[in-house]
Structures are given as C-alpha cells and as structure tokens.
C-alpha cells in the first residue's frame, strides 16, 4: 500500500512539472517578435534602431556603420578612438577623434566634452573603449554607442579607414585635441 501512494505522489508531482512548465512557456506572435515592433516587417525594425541612437548601448560593427553614415555631417554626433596615436594614425574610422583612454590626462579630457552630443566610442576590440564607456557613464553621460567588437571587426568586414593625422577634425568639433605623443 505505502509503494502505491509514493507512486501515486510521484506521478502527481511530474504531472504538476509538466503543466508548469507548459503553462509558463507563450506563444510568440506570427513575426517571432513581441511588443510594439511587433508585425514590423525586419527591415523597418533595423531602420528605427539606427535612427534612435540616444542612450548608452553597445552596438555592432554593422548598426555602427549604418548609424554614422546616417549622421555624417551632424555636429552634435562624434565618433570617439580610445586607443594610441600610433594605432590611430594606422587606421581609423573617418572623422574620429582619438584619445588614448590609458593618458594621464582622460578624466580631464572627458570632463571637457559636451554632455549634450552622441558618442561612438570604439577601440581595437572593446577593451579600452569599455573602459572609456565605464568612466563616461560615471561622468554624467547619457548618449553613448559603443562598438564593442572594434576596429578589427570593422576591418574584417571590408569597411573603409583611413589612416594618418586628423587632428584637424578634433578642432572642428570643438573637442580638444590630444597632447602631442610622448615617448614610452
């Protein structure tokens, strides 16, 4: 008698998994999409991601791309290189600024900029492009897009850089130029 109840208990606590379980998953809608974009066609759904870039979000090679094609031009977006000079001076995304996020001098420079423009900040794989993300955070600022797989992703992709000194850039945008390289 006591094996037929530890059975009977037995089956009844796997029959209540199972229905939890069931019960717990939804059904997605007929795109695979929930929420307000939902039935947006793909394409469409792309197009209002690349033209709502306010916030701090970390956005692929390709929505980067798509991002600073849209905004080529507008003064109050700037694309921002945390590594070295010397790497800059390789290959860089047209336009950028470069400030390598390492200087004694980052806190001071990044103090200097608008609080009121949009950011891409990028480096060569994230790692000093998350660190410039983190102190920019802590400073106040509310609009940055950060290209966490880097300037060699942007490359493996084929996408175009340019390379030598585009200090003149900086002056434009009203950001501070970097100080003259020094010697390690």
Not at 31 to 38: D, I, K, W
Not at 63 to 87: C, P, S, W, Y
Not at 128 to 154: C, P, Q, V
Request: net charge neutral.
């Amino acid at each position: 008698m006591n094996l037929r109840r530890a059975v009977l208990r037995a089956t009844g606590v796997v029959l209540l998994i199972v229905l939890a379980a069931g019960s717990l998953r939804t059904r997605p809608r007929a795109s695979g999409v929930r929420g307000p974009s939902a039935g947006i066609s793909p394409e469409a759904r792309q197009a209002a991601v690349v033209r709502d870039i306010t916030g701090i979000r970390d956005v692929p090679c390709e929505q980067a791309r798509e991002i600073i094609r849209e905004h080529q031009g507008d003064a109050n977006f700037v694309i921002l290189d945390f590594r070295t000079k010397e790497m800059f001076d390789q290959a860089h995304i047209e336009g950028a600024v470069v400030h390598d996020v390492f200087s004694p001098d980052i806190g001071g420079w990044l103090e200097s900029l608008d609080r009121n423009k949009i950011y891409l900040i990028y480096c060569t794989l994230g790692h000093r492009s998350g660190i410039a993300l983190a102190k920019m955070k802590d400073m106040g600022f509310a609009n940055i897009l950060h290209m966490y797989e880097g300037i060699t992703r942007w490359k493996e992709l084929g996408y175009e850089t340019v390379s030598g000194n585009e200090l003149l850039t900086s002056q434009e945008i009203n950001v501070p130029a970097p100080p003259a390289s020094t010697p390690r």
